[in-house]
């Protein structure tokens, strides 16, 4: 398995950067989920017995899935979900696209985003509530008991 890991001193100095840094990781992840939608038969996102899994909060702990390590774990985050939806909807001829709600700062001045789908009218898609987050779920960090927030977005996404 090939396993690249990044390490990212640019990424927190500022907001702009933030989000030109998340557009080029989640255009490239939705990329990656077609490649392999195209090669691999994939189950839709919402028929694979697919979870939402938060990982830790933690300034360095961020693992990014593609679909097929989604099936293996048995899910995934909002970035991963968000991705392989935004894929599938891409293969079907709809142009969405993952984007980033607003940051809520954390303690220790961690940023939390949270990735969805947007739809080419504006609709707003969130696989990780669809899938489970804010309710109790099984996976590999314990439950995630996490109540989902109203908020401003961002538009992240590099328009082609």
């Not at 992840?29 to 691999?40: D, G, K, P, S």
């Not at 360095?60 to 392989?84: F, K, M, N, Q």
Request: aromatic share 8%; charged share 25%.
């Amino acid at each position: 398995m090939f396993e690249p890991v990044f390490k990212l001193r640019t990424f927190g100095r500022s907001p702009a950067l933030n989000e030109t840094i998340l557009c080029a990781l989640l255009e490239a992840l939705t990329r990656i989920n077609v490649a392999a939608m195209r090669e691999f038969r994939v189950r839709p996102i919402y028929r694979a017995g697919l979870v939402y899994q938060r990982e830790p909060l933690c300034r360095y702990c961020e693992e990014w899935r593609d679909c097929l390590s989604v099936i293996e774990h048995g899910g995934g985050d909002c970035e991963d979900l968000a991705c392989y939806r935004a894929a599938e909807l891409q293969i079907q001829g709809v142009r969405a696209r993952p984007y980033v709600r607003k940051p809520r700062l954390l303690p220790n001045n961690v940023l939390l985003y949270h990735i969805q789908v947007e739809w080419p009218d504006g609709r707003i898609e969130d696989p990780s509530a669809v899938l489970g987050m804010g309710k109790v779920v099984p996976h590999v960090f314990g439950p995630s008991i996490r109540p989902a927030r109203a908020g401003r977005r961002l538009r992240v996404g590099c328009d082609a």
